[in-house]
C-alpha cells in the first residue's frame, strides 16, 4: 500500500476507482451526473485542480497500481480562518481494513505542515458508523448536528460535524 498526492496523470485511475464503486458510494454521495467520473472529466477536474491559487489536494492509496481509497482537502481558507474539509472514501473491496486511518493521517499532516492551518472538518451521517470511527480514532471532536446538512443521494440529510485542530493532531498514529 503507498499513500501519495494524486497528480495530473491519475484520470484514469480515478475514473476507474469511482466507477468500480458508484453503487457503494451511493449512500454517502450526492447524485452526479451520468459522466462525472468519466476519464476526461477527471483529466479537466485535475487540470483545474491544478491551476493556482489551489483550493483543494487529493490523496490516493495505491495497491497494485490501482487506487483504492481517497482523501481530499476542500474549500481551504487561509487568512483568520485557516481551515478546510476533508472527505474519504474507500473501494468496497478494502473496507473495513483498517486502511483510512494511514491515508487520511497522510492529508491531516499536509494540512497541518505544508498548509499550515489551523482546522480540518469532517462531517458525516449519522447513520455512518465507520465514518464516526475513523474521525475519532484520527483525534476529531464533535461539535454538533446539522439538520438537513447536504443533499446526499437526492435526499436532504443531517450530518454530525467534526473537526480537528492542529495543536491536537498527532504526527505519528
Known amino acids: 500500500m503507498h499513500a ?30 451520468h459522466n462525472f467520473h468519466s476519464v476526461a472529466n477527471w483529466q479537466q477536474r485535475l487540470n483545474h485542480l491544478y491551476t493556482e491559487p489551489r483550493n483543494e489536494y487529493w490523496f490516493a492509496l495505491e495497491f497494485e497500481q490501482r487506487i483504492i481509497a481517497h482523501c481530499a482537502l476542500s474549500n ?24 483510512m486511518p494511514t491515508l487520511c493521517h497522510t492529508a491531516l499532516e499536509f494540512a497541518f505542515t505544508r498548509l499550515s ?20 480514532k484520527l483525534g476529531f471532536e464533535k461539535e454538533g448536528l446539522a439538520k438537513e446538512y447536504l443533499c446526499i443521494n ?20
Open 4 to 33: 501519495r498526492q494524486v497528480d495530473k496523470t491519475d484520470a484514469t485511475k480515478l475514473s476507474d476507482y469511482f466507477m468500480r464503486n458508484q453503487a457503494h458510494f451511493r449512500r454517502w454521495d450526492p447524485l452526479r451526473p
Open 76 to 99: 481551504i481558507v487561509q487568512g483568520p480562518f485557516q481551515a478546510c474539509f476533508m472527505g474519504y472514501g474507500i473501494d468496497a473491496e478494502f473496507e473495513g481494513q483498517g486502511l
Open 117 to 136: 492551518l489551523h482546522r480540518v472538518m469532517a462531517n458525516y451521517i449519522p447513520c455512518n458508523h465507520r465514518s464516526a470511527a475513523l474521525l475519532n
Open 154 to 173: 437526492g435526499e436532504w440529510q443531517d450530518h454530525v460535524l467534526t473537526s480537528l485542530l492542529a495543536k491536537h493532531f498527532q504526527i505519528h498514529l
